[in-house]
């Protein structure tokens, strides 16, 4: 005669049998993100996100988006941290797991490419939100296309917050 299966079998594993099938590994750790606003418009979403309580994620903005086109190594892409100051892409990429890109329209479509090229020669997951659509995001999106393995297109702002705490960020 077969036991009845219960709501709460699966915790109560008690045979050698029955415990074979248990996962035992823990919860994987939370992941060090870094979040990246890559026009005026992206730099806003990515600061109220900031304002939640994360683990290990830090918050960008990408001010050199003009002369982004012209450099020749992307490591030297600068970001402005949100609360400290200035640095180097390839210096914020170590130890990275997951890079979030996040654009509003065309004016960071530079900028996207060599962080896209960046994470993807560290091999760092990257992900990308398009917060519009139409015309006046295509160069972001063709930008982000070649790197993302996730890409929210149109994205809303708290679709950022929603995807970082996916991530355990």
Known sequence: MARPILHNSCARATTAAESR????VPIAPC????VIGLDDDS???VADAAHEPWRTARFYACDDTAEAADLPDPD???LRDLDRGGMRLGDELEGVDVTVMVASNDDGAAAASHIGLACSLRGITTAGL??????SVAGALASLRPYAR????PAEPDDLVHLLTALRA
């Open 21 to 24: 099938f248990r996962i035992d």
């Open 31 to 34: 992941r060090a993100a870094r």
């Open 130 to 135: 398009v917060l519009g659509s139409g015309s």
């Open 43 to 45: 730099v806003q979403v």
């Open 76 to 78: 030297d892409l600068r």
């Open 150 to 153: 996730v890409l929210l297109v």
